[in-house]
T-cell receptor
Framework: QKEVEQDPGPLSVPEGAIVSLNCTYS??????FMWYRQYSRKGPELLMY????GNKEDGRFTAQVDKSSKYISLFIRDSQPSDSATYLC??????????FGAGTRLTVKP | EAGVTQSPTHLIKTRGQQATLRCSPI?????VYWYQQALGLGLQFLLW???????NRGNFPPRFSGRQFPNYSSELNVNALELEDSALYLC????????????FGSGTRLTVV
């Protein structure tokens, strides 16, 4: 079993839609949770960072962590074509490397 | 501020050869991480270096090795290349502990023929 599971998609939505991206993880020791965005032929860039459970909002993006169910979510409101990318969830515990999901490829159509 | 830089951008090698990939972290970052991103498999953790020491290693054979230099730059060596080693190799750096996420380079695309 992979430590972080993510549906690879692909996911295609019309411009303006609300996008929901989800991951599950298996290691209850994970404390830090991140979402990365990766454009084609580029390295991943950090989008959202949360510690433990709860919500975090940044503009059109909301990250949600539910540690009781080991569930990580990213919501994108008013999606734009420029949001088209692969989104990777990641989890880590204290002082160790990060474990990534497989990534979900998102296309937002104008 | 310069980001994480990786070289070369592309590398083509023949099966059985050795490949050397290089990474320069962001100034002030002491930790360097290497990941393999093969098509459809996501990011697979390879190696983590901090302060010149190997801190952790992923589930890869010993022919994948590396080191970190006193200036915190790092290199990844892959010996006895196999066709399935073809992938994008990403380097990331972070401050000690990496609690605020990693900054990635754009990667080295390794093709083994």
């Amino acid at each position: 079993q992979k430590e972080v599971e993510q549906d690879p998609g692909p996911l295609s939505v019309p411009e303006g839609a609300i996008v929901s991206l989800n991951c599950t993880y298996s290691n209850s020791a994970f404390q830090y949770f991140m979402w990365y965005r990766q454009y084609s032929r580029k390295g991943p860039e950090l989008l959202m960072y949360t510690y433990s459970s709860g919500n975090k909002e940044d503009g059109r993006f909301t990250a949600q962590v539910d540690k009781s169910s080991k569930y990580i979510s990213l919501f994108i409101r008013d999606s734009q074509p420029s949001d088209s990318a692969t989104y990777l969830c990641a989890s880590r515990y204290n002082n160790n490397d990060m474990r990534f999901g497989a990534g979900t490829r998102l296309t937002v159509k104008p | 501020e310069a980001g994480v830089t990786q070289s070369p951008t592309h590398l083509i090698k023949t099966r059985g050869q050795q490949a050397t990939l290089r990474c320069s972290p962001i100034s002030g970052h002491t930790s360097v991480y290497w990941y393999q991103q093969a098509l459809g498999l996501g990011l697979q953790f390879l190696l983590w270096y901090d302060e010149g020491e190997e801190r952790n290693r992923g589930n890869f054979p010993p022919r994948f090795s590396g080191r970190q230099f006193p200036n915190y730059s790092s290199e990844l060596n892959v010996n006895a290349l196999e066709l399935e080693d073809s992938a994008l190799y990403l380097c990331a750096s972070s401050t000690p502990g990496g609690f605020y996420g990693y900054t990635f380079g754009s990667g080295t695309r390794l093709t083994v023929v």
